[in-house]
């Protein structure tokens, strides 16, 4: 038989940071050593627990430790410090390590771009480019009219139906001058 491992033991971070991140969206998690036991219960956590090699689980520690970096980095996640009655809310995770303050002070959240990528489908480094090119495609966003606006909706990949293009073209035809320009 051949050996079996976790696909969060491959070399691409990407599983491992969704996984990060669906635990402190889920609220399943919201402080490192509640993310650490959450993840240990899983067939990750079972391999790491069964090799009892030093160097597993300080890969293991060091992956969960760069997904956090990576979430907070990138502004998916907050980390904030309630302390006493008011709590303030920091994304710089060294501010915190530097501080020393007790864990048990410190929480993780999904902020709204952290909240839009636990619920779709997309992977964190997926769901920062579709924000970066949402937010070029908002920048040359000019919706002059409702013409500009059919142009940017309409289909042009896998469709059903297929578009009887020439009559949008002598649509086109009869706008003014001015228009057409857009």
Same mark, same amino acid.
């Given at each position: 038989?051949h050996?079996? %491992?976790?696909?969060?033991?491959?070399?691409?971070?990407?599983? @491992?940071?969704?996984?990060?991140?669906?635990? +402190?969206?889920?609220?399943?998690?919201?402080s490192?050593?509640?993310?650490?036991?959450?993840?240990?219960?899983? @067939?990750?956590?079972?391999? *790491?627990?069964?090799?009892?090699?030093?160097e597993? *689980?300080?890969?293991?520690?060091?992956?969960?430790?760069?997904?956090?970096?990576?979430?907070? /980095?990138?502004? !998916? +996640?907050?980390?904030?410090?309630? /302390?006493?009655?008011?709590i *303030? +809310?920091?994304?710089?995770?060294?501010?915190?390590?530097?501080?020393?303050?007790?864990?048990d002070?410190?929480?993780?959240?999904v %902020?709204?771009?952290?909240?839009?990528?636990?619920?779709?489908? @997309?992977?964190?480094?997926?769901?920062?480019?579709?924000?970066?090119?949402?937010e070029?495609?908002?920048?040359?966003? *000019?919706?002059?009219?409702?013409?500009?606006l059919?142009?940017?909706?309409?289909?042009?990949?896998?469709?059903p139906?297929?578009? /009887?293009?020439?009559l949008?073209? /002598?649509? @086109? !035809?009869?706008?003014?001058?001015?228009?057409?320009?857009?």
């Amino acid at each position: 038989l051949h050996n079996i %491992t976790s696909s969060l033991q491959t070399n691409s971070a990407k599983g @491992f940071r969704r996984l990060v991140l669906e635990a +402190i969206g889920g609220k399943l998690a919201n402080s490192e050593s509640g993310i650490k036991s959450l993840i240990l219960e899983s @067939f990750l956590g079972y391999c *790491v627990k069964i090799s009892k090699a030093p160097e597993v *689980v300080a890969e293991f520690d060091r992956c969960l430790s760069e997904s956090i970096k990576f979430l907070l /980095d990138n502004s !998916l +996640i907050t980390l904030s410090s309630s /302390d006493e009655n008011h709590i *303030v +809310i920091e994304q710089d995770r060294e501010a915190y390590e530097s501080a020393s303050q007790s864990e048990d002070n410190l929480s993780y959240s999904v %902020t709204p771009l952290g909240l839009a990528c636990y619920k779709s489908s @997309f992977s964190a480094s997926e769901a920062l480019l579709v924000k970066q090119e949402l937010e070029s495609a908002r920048k040359g966003l *000019v919706l002059e009219n409702e013409l500009h606006l059919c142009y940017l909706v309409t289909p042009i990949f896998n469709t059903p139906r297929v578009f /009887d293009w020439q009559l949008y073209f /002598d649509m @086109f !035809l009869r706008l003014p001058e001015i228009k057409q320009r857009i």
